[in-house]
């Protein structure tokens, strides 16, 4: 079988480059023209790229050219499938034009997030929601379909399967990898060996996606805080159920989470794993599980008083973004890759 | 005039040289007698150390010697106020023996505090505490003040003045920095670039010893997790209150909190300050106010729905061990003194 | 094809882990008996270790049982071929018994470095000093070979292409990982933020090891310093030669070096990589090439009067550990492998 | 007396929050007129500063007002006496201006210290260099001092005492904190648990300012590395001397530097500590000793063959920037402060 022809936006950047790292391994999909800044076109990605994955860049797509964005130019190379890592203010601009001509975006970018056709999709959590691609005037016009902000992700896959027991409010901290603030970032000497207790924007997002994604009304609390570290969110929760649930019941949806298995080529076969030691998951964990990174980690389940409490981690870069994005784009091609 | 001997138990830890740091400039009490485990003994201060302050060792307190556990010695030596910075498991032993030979012991060991008559105290939150002594067996008896958890210390301080609010419930998440386990503690292959989930016995030392200090019975649901910080703990917490609050009230409940002002002279001219920054504050300011490491730094007070936020910053091995004990004997001396 | 088993000493230990992830996927060797602390026996590896590996343990040796040292169990398992990674006290006195008994040791420990006829051996520096296990004995007996020290791996592949010029003086100053120190290793006290200029004993290893494996007599001046990374080490090396040579020269040789190329399967298609970008290699780049860890990357090639500087780095847990031993294997099996 | 009334230009950034830091205490001179950029000017110095310093900000000087560049206004001000610790750029044109409106420039910027009549001074070392104003045309003219690089300053002091053996050769390999690239400086993501083999123009820096300070001209090979760490450079050192020389007599000789002792308030009473330790000196010494960060600590003296090896510790900020150039201002005064 062909590969399907992708273009990637913003691909010199780090979810650019995880982009590019998982689909140099993917089946279905190949990256054939890359968009980034204009002043990078015409030179090789391995030329201005600064490589910052754990693993080595893909030797096939180093040599690839750098483009300016040219909608002609994507058309051209046959390139329908867009995988967007814009930054949000470019992306609010782009996104929908190319939508208006024909492309199907499927974006890390927040920029389109809240509205209200565009869906915010995990596969195993709301697939259904692709059907909203029709309300955005698919197929006449192309589409969009953004993958949740990282701490999103990681939260709304851990609740997904417990939403049954009806969520009134939910309590979360976070502790954000670097990673998630893109290159260069953050300043070293902010937190070198320390933190910094405000993510702009972060606890908001946290709050409407949630609500979006899990088609809950539940009171969100969240705290977003940088740390030291360079991928994986860490997140420590609190639930107040509607129901009594004992530690348990949670644990035992996680491990009977199994919608949609192998739904998709990036999707693991466990999507949630529950570590049972007690000082798990961590950080460290980021790029385990099959694909590396795709697996969100819970742990420390417990009870007190009515509450729940748990801690969960995702991968920010690869779940929590480009992988998002990727899965996406393939659970379309399942559904509705006969209509490309 | 003469400052008064005090003997100083687990004097080559952490915590210990904290005592050592912070007493070299107390005009009240001076370290005269230490005590470190039997293998040092013999040995001068500076030689037995692995000195991890920020600061210089004091040069004046560098020469002491070490000195096993030896309560004539300490009688002798004329140190009837004791510093103890040792071991729960051996702390458990040696303070009960302590007070039963008359020493006064300040301890920032957990072992004690869940005895009914032993104070947790802070001197500007529970300063009538002290008067527990007495149910001790003081004067006939020593007695025994522990001073709070460190997290806890943060957490009291930071409520002291909201408990007028009526406090329902504390959802709490905690950034411990490495200081917090001791030396060598930590592993550096568990903590660098990552986090533990977990912290053995914390959760449940938030929960009782906050009620305890704040004689509150309201729900504390507590996740304390360690961060690659060195000094500083980070808490994160949200508050639902029995009266209506808005943010600017617990900003001014916090600027208005002079209870005590100037009562010893470890104590900040204000032990809680407020940070107006969105991104603070943070651990990079652990030693920042006068003395240093005594302050309590709050932050990013906000209100959603029902509940309150904030943020707080706290020195865990100075406000939260070693000045905390210091303050409780300067309490003690300024209140009962001329009973010694 | 069926594997040859093996069985691995210390196997629950950093260098251990990193063993049996290699291991996993290595296509000549399985994982059969594997050894570690009497404490630890009868349960499986996945309970007993602590995972320090930035990928998934592998599952199917997740479940092997740890064993206490036994030298009748080895045998009756099958298992002539062991990996160790033992530490020195320990495996002074059992690598040589298992010789005795017939065994073939393939050593990451530094206890038999120094004896005459056990090699120190990289593949493709000094494939000929395999032929020592004759001298020791072999097929009588068994054998010990031994892959180099971490740090000195490095420095001794980046040398080898250029002892043809005549090396004088090798200035080399190491930035060492922590994990260079096993588990628990470090505390995170004395390196968060920090370093430890002393590696107790590494910087006579350098010079020793460094002279056996390349047979030369320079002068050689180490220090061996610790730094806040987790894997891979980072060195710099002024040189003086005996000949003029350019930085071009040096760079050539590198890129030219393909001694033995594809000799065994662990070898990667380059065992040198000169990096071209005036800031590189640097150890994020550890797990980078293929097999992942077994490149060594060398960079900043410069002349100054008339000494060459260069850096370099090796993954001080793969090429310069585990994959170092497993390599030796490979190559004894390639060469002598009929004579199991 | 009245403190001497001085300007700080380039106030906000690193090396600026280090000389107001200082200067705070200082009993000779008072900042009165902070240039910072000008989109800065008209607010307060708190307001504008990202503080980096781990101590509180001074709270007498966080209010000054921060000022664009004016030389008339510096005038007006009475601030004859200009520390700088502007970008290289911008003090290639200004500190020139200021010398010609008769300004005395103590510079910490790296622009004119190639120019033969500014000299790099470090009092302890080459305080006859402080002559060469005259040569600038002062007092007709102000002059400009500058002091040197911050690893320089490290190296040149710990060689000062040494260079009566003869220096032939000197091999110099830094582990350089995060400070010294100032704020925003490097990126985390480049840096956290990472390291860089490569700061722009260090070394050529290190090699003409060593020669300079010493008046030698030893071959110097510098090799300036980036580590993860907040203060303090480290550095390894092994050098060749004309003579034979022991680590005693190396010890011996930094241990009976007391050139100029107490020649100004801000030099330390000794300012070249060995530390006996096998270990030491780390950087998280950096600001140990009195005044703190001004002393330069050695460590780990040995000999292999013909070549001496030591380690060395310099504060980058304190004693390698701002320290220094207060330093240099207290030996202006006090030789020559009754002309101004």
Same mark, same amino acid.
């Given at each position: 079988?062909?590969?399907?022809?992708?273009?990637?936006?913003?691909?010199?950047?780090?979810?650019?480059?995880?982009?590019?790292?998982?689909?140099?391994?993917?089946?279905?999909?190949?990256?054939?023209?890359?968009? $980034?800044?204009?002043?990078?076109?015409?030179?090789?990605?391995?030329?201005?790229?600064?490589?910052?994955?754990?693993?080595?860049?893909?030797?096939?797509?180093?040599?690839?050219?750098?483009?300016?964005?040219?909608? /002609?130019?994507?058309?051209?190379?046959? #390139?329908?499938?867009?995988?967007?890592?814009?930054?949000?203010?470019?992306?609010?601009?782009?996104?929908?034009?190319?939508?208006?001509?024909?492309?199907?975006?499927?974006?890390?970018?927040? $920029?389109?997030?809240?509205?209200?056709?565009?869906?915010?999709?995990?596969?195993?959590?709301?697939?259904? $929601?692709?059907?909203?691609?029709?309300?955005?005037?698919?197929?006449?016009?192309?589409?969009?379909?953004?993958?949740?902000? #990282?701490?999103?992700?990681?939260?709304?896959?851990?609740?997904?399967?417990?939403?049954?027991?009806?969520?009134?409010?939910?309590?979360?901290?976070?502790?954000?990898?670097?990673?998630?603030?893109?290159?260069?970032?953050?300043?070293?000497?902010?937190?070198?060996?320390?933190?910094?207790?405000?993510?702009?924007?972060?606890?908001?997002?946290?709050?409407?996606?949630?609500?979006?994604?899990?088609?809950?009304?539940?009171?969100?609390?969240?705290?977003?805080?940088?740390?030291?570290?360079?991928?994986?969110?860490?997140?420590?929760?609190?639930?107040?159920?509607?129901?009594?649930? =004992?530690? *348990?019941?949670?644990?035992?949806?996680?491990?009977?989470?199994?919608?949609?298995?192998?739904?998709?080529?990036?999707?693991?076969? =466990?999507?949630?794993?529950?570590?049972?030691?007690?000082?798990?998951?961590?950080?460290?964990?980021?790029?385990?599980?099959?694909?590396?990174?795709?697996?969100?980690?819970?742990?420390?389940?417990? *009870?007190?008083?009515? *509450?729940?409490?748990?801690?969960?981690?995702? /991968? /920010?870069?690869?779940?929590?973004? $480009?992988?998002?994005?990727?899965?996406?784009?393939?659970?379309?091609?399942?559904?509705?890759?006969?209509?490309?």
């Amino acid at each position: 079988m062909n590969k399907v022809k992708v273009g990637i936006l913003g691909a010199t950047g780090l979810v650019g480059q995880a982009f590019l790292w998982m689909l140099s391994k993917n089946k279905l999909f190949i990256p054939s023209f890359l968009v $980034a800044s204009e002043k990078r076109a015409g030179r090789s990605f391995k030329e201005e790229v600064r490589w910052l994955m754990p693993y080595s860049m893909p030797s096939d797509l180093a040599e690839l050219e750098i483009n300016k964005m040219d909608f /002609n130019a994507l058309e051209k190379e046959g #390139c329908k499938i867009i995988f967007s890592a814009l930054p949000k203010n470019i992306a609010t601009e782009i996104e929908p034009e190319l939508r208006k001509r024909g492309f199907l975006v499927f974006s890390n970018a927040g $920029a389109m997030r809240r509205e209200e056709n565009v869906p915010i999709l995990i596969p195993e959590v709301n697939p259904e $929601a692709i059907e909203l691609i029709y309300k955005q005037g698919y197929p006449e016009n192309g589409f969009i379909i953004t993958n949740a902000n #990282c701490s999103t992700t990681g939260l709304a896959l851990a609740l997904a399967p417990l939403v049954k027991y009806g969520i009134d409010e939910i309590y979360v901290t976070t502790y954000q990898s670097l990673s998630g603030a893109g290159y260069p970032g953050i300043s070293s000497m902010d937190i070198l060996g320390n933190l910094i207790p405000y993510i702009d924007g972060e606890e908001e997002k946290m709050i409407f996606e949630t609500r979006k994604i899990l088609k809950i009304s539940s009171s969100i609390f969240p705290t977003c805080i940088r740390v030291p570290v360079m991928f994986g969110h860490l997140e420590s929760v609190w639930i107040k159920f509607k129901e009594r649930v =004992k530690p *348990k019941d949670i644990i035992e949806a996680w491990t009977q989470f199994e919608v949609g298995k192998n739904q998709t080529e990036s999707q693991p076969s =466990k999507s949630i794993v529950y570590c049972p030691e007690q000082d798990r998951p961590h950080p460290g964990m980021s790029f385990h599980g099959s694909p590396p990174g795709m697996t969100v980690y819970t742990g420390r389940a417990r *009870k007190y008083e009515d *509450k729940i409490g748990f801690v969960l981690l995702v /991968n /920010n870069i690869i779940r929590g973004a $480009a992988g998002g994005s990727i899965q996406n784009a393939e659970l379309f091609y399942k559904k509705h890759g006969n209509q490309i």
